[in-house]
């Protein structure tokens, strides 16, 4: 009886790490991924009040978690029943990634607002700036979700190669996919309180000493990271896209000559596949103005 009971404890010991071990491995595997996954959401989760900040990362943090909640058991269920669904999620991600990497890049140099001297009603500006922090944390979360798609599949293709038991798989991916959110998150919420760090240890120190120079440099290097972040975190989404395309779509893996830089080829993959989809989106949204207005 006891050494049945101790045999089950060597099981359970043998099983935890062999969870260590394969999530570390995961964990190696996706580390691209959520530097670009840091990247974009340090950059959509800035721009706003400082009162604002934490409520809005809260709010995406939440729908970080809930998009896991709904990818996992889907995924787990498609690669046991329909394993090339996992492959056409992944390319249908990385054209939106391409698309809305694309947008921004198209939104700075074109379509920038320009300054005037219009008089802006308080409750019109109030009520804009609570439409951008609603759309802003919707964009968060929808770009969060292919993100997360992506980490998910790549820590299952790490157990998947390893030939785990299904219990593993479903632990590691699931562990791994938590550990992702809380790091993400939890980094960036310390980038976008810099600069109240900042003002803490130059009160703290009465403007005085070393403390003093520290907290100055905190508050006024925020400015400089959110703008490299958001030069970054548009880079990375067309950089994911790309590597997604070129390591799922067979067709162009072939095509693409492999003396060229990797980076080259997905950079430019996301591009192009981004103005396909932006320039596709503009037709359809002009088409759909056009219906609305003959129903009118």
Do not use: C
Not at 37 to 55: C, I, M, Q, W, Y
Not at 241 to 267: A, M, R, V
């Amino acid at each position: 009886m006891a050494s049945g009971f101790f045999a089950i404890l060597d099981d359970i010991a043998a099983l935890m790490d062999d969870i260590a071990v394969t999530s570390k491995l995961a964990t190696q595997k996706t580390a691209g991924i959520l530097g670009d996954d840091l990247a974009v959401n340090a950059e959509k989760a800035t721009g706003f009040l400082s009162s604002r900040e934490l409520p809005v990362l809260w709010a995406i943090t939440k729908g970080s978690f809930i998009n896991k909640l709904i990818i996992l058991p889907i995924i787990f269920l498609l690669n046991w029943l329909f394993p090339i669904a996992i492959k056409i999620a992944l390319i249908l991600g990385g054209i939106y990634l391409a698309y809305e990497g694309v947008e921004k890049i198209i939104e700075f140099f074109f379509h920038r607002d320009k300054k005037g001297h219009e008089v802006i009603e308080e409750s019109s500006l109030k009520e804009e700036d609570e439409h951008s922090e609603k759309a802003k944390i919707s964009s968060a979360i929808k770009t969060d979700f292919i993100l997360s798609l992506e980490i998910v599949i790549i820590a299952l293709g790490t157990v998947i190669e390893k030939e785990h038991p299904l219990v593993t798989q479903i632990i590691v991916v699931s562990l791994v996919a938590i550990l992702a959110t809380i790091g993400v998150y939890g980094i960036v919420a310390l980038i976008v309180r810099m600069d109240d760090a900042g003002f803490f240890l130059m009160k703290k120190s009465k403007n005085k000493g070393f403390l003093s120079k520290l907290g100055e440099i905190l508050v006024k290097a925020l400015p400089i990271v959110i703008k490299i972040l958001g030069v970054v975190g548009t880079i990375a989404l067309i950089l994911v896209s790309g590597g997604i395309f070129l390591h799922n779509i067979d067709y162009i893996h072939h095509i693409i000559p492999h003396t060229i830089p990797s980076t080259i080829i997905e950079f430019g993959l996301g591009i192009v596949f981004g103005l396909v989809a932006v320039l596709l989106m503009t037709i359809f949204k002009k088409i759909s103005s056009k219906l609305k207005s003959t129903k009118a």
